[in-house]
């Protein structure tokens, strides 16, 4: 079974722009999240989608945002791109999001705001 | 509120040594228990959990205790290989929650040497 697939890898964006990340969760998972991973703050929760439907969200800007759609394929964007946006972005998949369910990580999109 | 400290790092290790990661939690509810292992460049890789007390995770060597009374999930291996160098994390889910919150310790660098 194919993994947690994350496009792009890589990004380079300036400052003002915004930018669109892409998650594939592993087939039939219907849970996905989102995390941002700086040397500095570790990894941050931004939110997790179930159903097409935000159900948790951690402590970020509104400049932050997502969404998933009916074959459980998730976007995250941000907009008004700052320097300190720059982050590996991971995305994970569980199958139904239930506390003991395992999350399953793909590789992360490395995002570097010049 | 849910947190996860972890030891710090880096630790350093000559091939063979006895390796402990010290991970103590606070949860409101009733977490399940994760370590997860990142290698360089890739996404964070399941390692262990265990979901309940009393509960010990176990593979690839390493083993972890969930132990209710302490709130510890302390990450061991008896005789650490140069391929496990890597950042471990420790992490817990709450169950009492809705949908798939993780929470993250900071990261532990392990480097082993031959």
């Known amino acids: 079974k194919a993994g947690v697939t994350q496009t792009p890898r890589y990004l380079i964006k300036t400052r003002g722009q915004q930018v669109t990340l892409s998650c594939s969760p592993i087939?039939?998972?219907?849970?996905v999240s989102w995390y941002q991973q700086t040397p500095g703050q570790g990894l941050q929760f931004l939110f997790e989608?179930?159903?097409?439907?935000?159900?948790n969200k951690g402590n970020f800007p509104g400049r932050f945002s997502g969404r998933q759609f009916s074959n459980s394929r998730s976007e995250m964007n941000v907009s008004t791109l700052e320097l300190g946006d720059s982050a590996l972005y991971l995305c994970?998949?569980?199958?139904?999001?239930?506390?003991?369910?395992?999350?399953?990580f793909g590789p992360g999109t490395r995002l570097t705001v010049l | 509120g849910n947190s996860v400290t972890q030891m710090e790092g880096p630790v350093t290790l000559s091939e063979e040594a006895f390796l402990t990661i010290n991970c103590t939690y606070t949860?409101?509810?009733?977490?399940?228990l994760f370590w997860y292992v990142q290698y360089p460049g890739e996404g964070l890789q399941l390692l262990l959990k265990?979901?309940?007390?009393?509960d010990k995770g176990s593979n690839k060597g390493f083993e972890a205790t969930y132990r209710k009374e302490t709130t510890s999930f302390h990450l061991e291996k008896g005789s650490v290989q140069v391929s496990d160098s890597a950042v471990y994390f420790c992490?817990?889910?709450?169950?009492?929650?809705?949908?798939?919150?993780?929470?993250f310790g900071t990261g532990t660098s392990l480097t082993v040497i031959p």
């Open positions: 994970a998949s569980s199958i139904t999001g239930a506390g003991s369910d395992t999350q399953y």
């Open positions: 087939s039939g998972h219907r849970s």
């Open positions: 989608y179930f159903s097409e439907t935000q159900r």
């Open positions: 949860a409101t509810g009733y977490p399940s």
């Open positions: 265990a979901t309940k007390a009393d």
């Open positions: 992490a817990l889910s709450d169950h009492g929650t809705t949908g798939n919150q993780f929470y």
